[in-house]
């Protein structure tokens, strides 16, 4: 049975962003509401978002308009793409994928990585090691941020296939943390509590498919 999770509580669902996941959040919730509303500007952006999936950032110039801001590039910046371009280009085309077919929201704040993925094996592990516990692992165990991504990506591809959301604002912040020295330990540390929390009942309930975006 596909599960679909309602809101998160108003405390995790907003929880506070730094400007890259502030803009991340604005550009995907106006893409999105133009994609469920049919509209064929919005469905164009996201085809053009996924072509960007595992390039890199700034190599497809057709996205730009969604993937560059100084919020993610201080003026200056340098020929490289900095932390806030990496993840604002990884978070925007993954959500992208995510969206794709889905007539639900499938950004939503509150539903980080670990809290998500969880959610594809919401009952007690037992004795065994079940495939979310071994995918879960590996996304942990990456030890480099091209890894990390193509894990994501996977995992994206998962979630997508329940129909479950992920909160793509968190995400590109936590992608900015992971580039920071000792970062990706704090963003491990964040998602394995979330991971490991028992899910409350209320986690697999459905809501309405007309709730109102700023309530997600």
């Not at 890199?56 to 020929?79: C, Q, R």
């Not at 071994?134 to 329940?162: N, Y």
């Not at 028992?198 to 459905?206: E, G, I, L, N, R």
């Amino acid at each position: 049975m596909t599960l679909t999770p309602q809101p998160a509580p108003a405390s995790d669902r907003w929880m506070s962003l730094t400007p890259v996941g502030t803009e991340v959040h604005s550009r995907i919730q106006a893409l999105q509401e133009g994609v469920l509303a049919n509209r064929p500007a919005a469905m164009a952006g996201l085809a053009r978002l996924r072509r960007g999936v595992a390039k890199p950032p700034g190599s497809v110039t057709e996205i730009l308009e969604y993937t560059l801001s100084e919020k993610f590039a201080a003026p200056g910046a340098g020929d490289q793409a900095t932390p806030g371009e990496v993840a604002a280009h990884v978070a925007m085309t993954l959500y992208a994928t995510h969206q794709q077919a889905q007539r639900r929201r499938m950004h939503q704040r509150g539903w980080g990585v670990g809290r998500a993925v969880r959610l594809l094996h919401p009952q007690d592990f037992g004795d065994k090691i079940p495939p979310v516990l071994r995918r879960f692992r590996v996304l942990g165990s990456a030890h480099s941020l091209d890894e990390l991504i193509h894990h994501l990506r996977g995992t994206v591809q998962l979630l997508r296939a329940q129909a479950l959301p992920l909160d793509y604002a968190l995400l590109a912040d936590e992608l900015v943390q992971w580039q920071r020295p000792g970062g990706a330990s704090m963003v491990r540390l964040r998602w394995g509590r979330a991971f490991y929390r028992t899910p409350s009942p209320d986690d697999s309930a459905t809501p309405t498919a007309d709730q109102p975006a700023d309530a997600l």
